[in-house]
């Protein structure tokens, strides 16, 4: 974990309300790994206060993308960044995803959760893993970031006429049925965990893990305000686990979800 300054190189919306923001930050870049984040600092004015925690989308050569959503004051701040601007950030922080497992991957997006999946995908073919990615957004707001780097990933759309599959778990019953997969990893709302949990019932032998968001203030472990309620495997009783240090991504089996 690195405090350093970054340099913006690039920042611009890429559909209502989603951008994309490139940083030069060759320190983070080195050791960033998919799954992780950066604490994004807002300026020098403490208004807003607290660094923005961000997942990171991709790493190219010293160049951080973060792919973000505007949703309050903090992200309508970043979204005026301008090129050249200096920008202080911290990380990378959290545990990433566990990619120790070979076999097949499904990779599942749900709106700008698909931000951290983007750097785990492209991450697993540069190894020649195999890898499926399938992508839930409302109508089309990301097909330009997707085919920006790949033409195979499947898309459901809410908006999607008639009998078209309309969430990523529409898709995820079939795939499962025709198809040997041993690892998934997901990134979306928590009521999309809670359906992938439920499909997946019956095909205990997949490694599955999720990325979760969590609101936090410090970011790295001091103020227990991101905490998780986890049940390891084996054990009777939970634990909180901080989501900024011990997560974001947990494994699905031991996340205590909200039903
Ligand atoms: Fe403070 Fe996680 S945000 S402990």
């Given at each position: 974990m690195k405090q350093i300054q970054g340099i913006i190189k690039s920042n611009y919306k890429i559909a209502d309300h989603i951008y994309l923001m490139t940083i030069k930050a060759p320190e983070i870049c080195k050791t960033a790994r998919p799954g992780n984040f950066i604490l994004i600092s807002l300026g020098t004015t403490y208004d807003p206060l607290l660094r923005r925690p961000m997942s990171i989308s991709n790493v190219k050569g010293d160049h951080l993308c973060i792919l973000y959503q505007v949703v309050g004051r903090g992200t309508a701040r970043m979204s005026q960044f301008k090129v050249d601007d200096e920008v202080n950030l911290i990380g990378p922080l959290g545990n990433g995803f566990?990619?120790?497992?070979?076999g097949s991957s499904l990779l599942i997006g749900g709106g700008i959760g698909v931000a951290p999946l983007i750097f785990l995908y492209e991450g697993l073919l540069k190894k020649g893993r195999q890898a499926r990615f399938i992508v839930g957004m409302k109508a089309n707001e990301l097909d330009d970031i997707l085919a920006g780097f790949s033409n195979d990933i499947e898309i459901a759309r809410e908006n999607s006429p008639n009998d078209g599959p309309k969430l990523v778990t529409d898709l995820l019953a079939p795939i499962l049925k025709e198809n040997k997969i041993d690892n998934i990893y997901c990134c979306g709302p928590e009521q999309m965990y809670v359906a992938i949990k439920r499909i997946c019932a019956d095909y205990t032998d997949i490694f599955i893990q999720i990325s979760l968001d969590r609101h936090m203030a410090c970011g790295v472990g001091a103020c227990m305000g991101c905490v998780v309620p986890v049940r390891k495997k084996g054990r009777k009783e939970s634990v909180n686990l901080r989501a900024c240090v011990e997560g974001p991504i947990f494994d699905l089996e031991e996340v205590i979800l909200d039903a």
């Open positions: 566990n990619t120790d497992n070979s």
